[in-house]
């Protein structure tokens, strides 16, 4: 069965920095039961910037680790035994039940502590998602942007010191950047300052759009782009706006389709800013321009952006995390990470900015749990969003009948289980052959 991706924006509309037009979703908070993505280590030095957060160095696990030396020491005690047993008594037979016993105590235990990693994993992932829906709990106004998309990014790198890594390295960056500038605040002209927040940041610092590898998910890792100084329009967006406001230049987001852009709260200043290239400056008529090639227009077309936009100085937390979050949903859906994916999709349950983006959410859930074939699970999901989305606004979307297909399929897959599971339990389990 065909399925439609979950992810996909819904046509046409320009959406201004007070909307945004995606179709981001929510599914209930199922990531206790998720598949731990794979371990990772990450080094730390305290360094001046621009090397605060290192990227991890590659690793093997320690559950692999342990589990080779366990087998490796499982077969040089077994060769010991072996070169011992010269005469095949008695003897020899108990040391190798021995060693056996002990082989068994040393497997028992290295399950023990795979569990005890498995659980301590799942336990830090999950500690990320608390402490983002904590931090969107708060008013708009009090919402740490920096330190939510580092929550964010703890579902592949939990470890709640790079966290403060990340808020120190930017301050130290902020204090160089700082020093550039005009000591005495009045005489730092908007402009000025933007072109100054660009040259420290893309030329001196060596921040860049990752052109060859946009769907990389760490580049909407917040970690892995101050560490590779590499990154999508939105995270590099928002390391320019956290050294903006350091310096005294609030900025907000620009919700553009396909490209996400940023702009400084000043009055009669109709500019915006292109983190993915270079901090460039554009005016209205630019972004305008670009619009009409991203829609192939054609000459007698035109775009028209609407200037009651820039009279928005709100920030709005829950729109700019709702579009990274499903930047990433996007990218593990078309990788195939579902476990991945559907870790995200806990995450965007906690800042959706309206109830549509709640119930799109449930859906995308629904279908994370069908592909991983959890479908106990994806028939709840599932029909809880054809039941919601019947009753509200744009009942009868194109995505209901596919959707009923899954449930079906779901169904389906549940009832053979069922089926094969009472014939089993009617004949019962075949008896073992004593080939002694």
Do not use: W
Request: aromatic share 6%.
């Amino acid at each position: 069965m065909h399925v439609s991706h979950p992810c996909a924006p819904p046509p046409n509309t320009f959406v201004s920095s007070s909307n945004h037009s995606y179709h981001p979703s929510n599914a209930l908070l199922l990531c206790l039961r998720l598949r731990p993505g794979p371990r990772h280590t990450a080094s730390h030095r305290n360094a001046r910037p621009p090397h605060r957060i290192t990227p991890p160095e590659t690793a093997t696990t320690s559950m692999s680790a342990a589990a080779a030396g366990s087998e490796a020491g499982q077969a040089g005690e077994t060769e010991t035994v072996g070169d011992g047993a010269g005469g095949g008594d008695g003897r020899d037979l108990d040391r190798e039940r021995q060693v056996a016993r002990d082989n068994n105590t040393v497997t028992d235990e290295v399950v023990l502590d795979e569990l005890d990693d498995l659980f301590a994993l799942l336990a830090a992932q999950r500690r990320g998602e608390m402490l983002f829906a904590e931090e969107l709990g708060k008013p708009d106004d009090e919402i740490n942007f920096l330190r939510a998309a580092m929550y964010i990014a703890m579902h592949r790198r939990p470890d709640l010191q790079r966290v403060e890594d990340a808020e120190m390295e930017i301050a130290e960056l902020a204090a160089d950047l700082e020093k550039t500038l005009p000591p005495n605040p009045a005489d730092r002209f908007p402009l000025r300052t933007l072109k100054a927040i660009g040259r420290y940041m893309f030329e001196e610092l060596g921040f860049q759009g990752n052109q060859e590898e946009f769907y990389d998910p760490r580049n909407s890792c917040l970690d892995e782009v101050l560490a590779r100084r590499k990154g999508i329009p939105i995270t590099l967006s928002l390391v320019y706006m956290e050294l903006a406001r350091r310096v005294g230049m609030p900025m907000v987001g620009v919700n553009l389709p396909a490209h996400f852009m940023i702009r400084p709260v000043v009055d009669e200043m109709e500019v915006l800013v292109d983190c993915f290239r270079g901090g460039e400056i554009l005016f209205v008529e630019d972004v305008e321009e670009m619009l009409k090639k991203h829609y192939t227009m054609g000459d007698g077309e035109t775009v028209t952006i609407d200037r009651s936009f820039f009279q928005d100085e709100d920030v709005k937390p829950r729109a700019f995390f709702t579009r990274m979050l499903t930047n990433l949903k996007q990218i593990y859906f078309n990788r195939d990470e579902y476990a991945s994916a559907l870790q995200i999709i806990g995450y965007q349950s906690h800042c959706a900015p309206d109830a549509n983006v709640l119930l799109y959410n449930r859906r995308d859930g629904g279908i994370c749990l069908f592909l991983m074939q959890r479908y106990e699970e994806a028939v709840e999901e599932l029909t809880g969003y054809l039941k919601d989305s019947a009753e509200g606004p744009g009942a009868g979307g194109a995505d209901r009948q596919q959707v009923v297909q899954m449930v079906t399929a779901a169904q389906d897959q549940l009832a053979r289980a069922a089926a094969r599971n009472s014939v089993e339990r009617a004949v019962g389990a075949p008896e073992e052959v004593d080939d002694e």
